[in-house]
């Protein structure tokens, strides 16, 4: 399978533990995204990677998050002190063309803080 | 502000043809508009974008008139299959770069019935 994937694909842990996600895009893909949806609603921009640069973080991004993509191929997103409003499902998309509005999603973290 | 405003529900029947208008009054002169489909517990997965008047590809039609300030994806003889949410979206540039984010709204939920 070459497409997006993501793990874990669920999550539970428990307020105020760290967590981490990971996300191997699709392998010429040089642009990486992270969105957080919560039920009901659509998509939420977080941040955006152009090779390993970190290049847009959206004020959706608190402190406690942190993104990286070392070596510009997978991604991690990790938070800590994890909240209960951290509810939600993590989705990573990556696209390869400049000016484009495809992006190709992976199936997305869920993640349940209790 | 929202930039694009789409019903937030539509019911049809298997076989039926299912047009879903969206309005974007404030649209950018170099804004494409695109139309992305999500299931349950998947990715939201890109359908078709345009710029004006049609575009057609093997999932469906895209019509956009010549003021651009809204736009109809159509979806030809609908199965159960195609029950799912159905996301238009414009142009959301990324700082510093030729890319965009998606700027989601809640999307319009096609429920397809037997």
Partial sequence: DTGVSQNPRHKITKRGQNVTFRCDPISEHNRLYWYRQTLGQGPEFLTYFQNEAQLEKSRLL?????AERPKGSFSTLEIQRTEQ???AMYLCASSTTSGS??????????LTVL | ???TTQPISMDSYEGQEVNITCSHNNIATNDYITWYQQFPSQGP?????GYKT????EVASLFIPADRKSSTLSLPRVSLSDTAVYYCLVGDPLFGSNDY????????TVTVRA
Avoid: W
């Fill in chain 2, 101 to 108: 984010k998606l700027s989601f709204g809640a999307g319009t």
């Fill in chain 1, 85 to 87: 409003g951290d509810s």
């Fill in chain 2, 1 to 3: 502000l929202a930039k």
């Fill in chain 2, 54 to 57: 049609k575009v057609t590809n």
């Fill in chain 1, 62 to 66: 608190s402190d406690r998050f942190s």
């Fill in chain 2, 45 to 49: 997965r890109f359908i078709i974008q």
């Fill in chain 1, 101 to 110: 509005y495809e992006q190709f999603f992976g199936p997305g973290t869920r």
